[in-house]
């Protein structure tokens, strides 16, 4: 039986992954525009091809088909710390392009909930 194929956008240093390689899952395509942490992924990963750019930047066409997406779009502006209540919701809708491009088995994105406070 082959392993499922997973891709991981806003990757970070690769948390999300890990659980996914620890179970077996293959881990075929990473994303994320922050350096520090895609030479950490790249680290922690050596067999994963990492892209290190601003997922804006990249066209849904050019990630590799895959059976999972994951990921943990930036958080920052749904947070009940942004006190400007100001929310851009350009990177999220860029990653349910890619799920609709891809058209995986199943998709787990980390978000938090908006406006939530801590005490709730």
């Not at 990630?63 to 999972?68: A, G, K, L, R, S």
């Amino acid at each position: 039986m082959r392993a499922l194929k997973v891709i991981d956008l806003f990757c970070g240093c690769g948390g999300f992954s890990l659980g996914f390689d620890y179970a077996g899952f293959e881990i075929i395509y990473a994303l994320d525009n922050w350096e520090t942490a895609c030479k950490s992924y790249q680290v922690n990963f050596p067999q994963v091809d990492i892209y290190c750019e601003d997922a804006l930047n990249v066209k849904p066409s050019e990630i590799p088909n895959c059976d999972i997406v994951i990921g943990s779009p930036p958080c920052q502006d749904f947070s009940v710390a942004n006190l400007k209540k100001s929310y851009d919701t350009a990177l999220i809708d860029w990653f349910w392009g890619v799920v609709r491009r891809k058209n995986p088995k199943y998709v787990i994105m980390e978000e938090v909930p908006q406006g939530r406070k801590a005490s709730d």
